[in-house]
């Protein structure tokens, strides 16, 4: 019997066909990308080159049963029988809500709270989550040298979604140039949520980059400078946060991991979640 022999071609069209991974984080190692360029044409100017140092990120976005083992609550609009919403992606989570949620599982988990508020990691020091703008939350602060889990920065988020270092196919989605092979969209989703994990992932072993729940950033939203930067974090101050990703409700266009959402950082919606990342 002939041994099968793995060339490096072989390897990396495997690779950037997202064969599916083992859960949990994946690394991300760190490299230079041309943040808003779009194969189908439809960039977001400046086109410039930003470096983003490796970091962790989730293989899926945070779980409805993620939050309620961290939170004790069930704030998503959609659910599904028995055990089987544990599965979905939280929806409806502010983006108050997730800084919230990042502190307490670094503090369940022994690891350094990446936020503060008015010098304090605790969450339970806060407050009350805001359900409107709150100019003492929009003071907080993060921790670039913690290692505790975090929202990623937008420059961050479009890296990986377009594959990082790992994948030199420069696709329309995360992963692919056919939406419904990497997204639950509005073509496809009947209108809701859908089980992370069910469509095929990008290059990195990352799933639902492109579509199921659009997803919170870090970052106050600003326009780009037209500057080369390393490890941007967004504008200094702002009135809405970003949120990146397609979701369950938007159509194709929409679901281009060069696409920038921006809202209110109090705002929740039924196709609107996050995803965690560490640093390194």
């Known amino acids: 019997m002939k041994k099968a022999i793995l060339t490096a071609a072989m390897f990396l069209a495997a690779v950037c066909a997202g064969f599916a991974a083992a859960p949990g984080f994946v690394r991300v190692e760190g490299g230079a990308?041309?943040?808003?360029?779009?194969?189908?044409?439809w960039n977001v100017t400046p086109v410039r080159q930003v470096t983003?140092?490796?970091f962790y990120m989730g293989r899926f976005p945070v779980t409805q049963g993620e939050w309620y083992d961290v939170m004790g609550?069930?704030?998503?609009?959609?659910?599904?029988?028995?055990?089987?919403w544990r599965n979905l992606p939280v929806d409806s989570a502010s983006w108050y809500d997730a800084i919230v949620f990042a502190n307490r599982l670094s503090i369940a988990r022994g690891l350094t709270p990446v936020y503060s508020i008015a010098g304090s990691t605790n969450p339970g020091a806060w407050g009350a989550v805001p359900t409107s703008r709150n100019a003492?939350?929009?003071t907080v602060t993060m921790n670039?040298?913690?290692?505790?889990?975090?929202?990623?920065?937008?420059a961050e988020w479009e890296f990986a979604a377009r594959g990082g270092t790992v994948c030199t196919g420069n696709f329309r989605y995360s992963g692919s140039n056919v939406a419904r092979e990497v997204?639950?969209?509005?073509?496809?989703?009947g209108r809701r949520t859908h089980p992370v994990g069910q469509l095929?992932?990008?290059?990195?072993g990352l799933y639902d980059m492109s579509g199921n729940v659009r997803e919170w950033v870090w970052d106050w939203h600003g326009p780009y400078p037209?500057?080369?930067?390393?490890?941007?974090?967004?504008a200094p101050s702002g009135s809405n946060r970003v949120f990146r990703g397609g979701s369950w409700f938007v159509s194709n266009w929409a679901l281009r991991p060069v696409n920038r959402n921006i809202d209110f950082p109090a705002s929740g919606f039924g196709d609107l979640g996050f995803r965690l990342v560490r640093s390194l």
């Open 136 to 138: 003492i939350w929009d």
């Open 183 to 189: 997204a639950w969209h509005a073509e496809n989703s």
């Open 73 to 84: 609550t069930r704030p998503s609009y959609f659910t599904l029988p028995g055990n089987a």
């Open 226 to 234: 037209i500057i080369v930067q390393t490890n941007p974090t967004g």
């Open 33 to 41: 990308f041309e943040r808003g360029r779009c194969p189908s044409g």
């Open 144 to 154: 670039s040298n913690a290692n505790g889990y975090r929202l990623p920065t937008e």
């Open 200 to 204: 095929r992932p990008n290059a990195l």
């Open 52 to 54: 983003v140092s490796g």
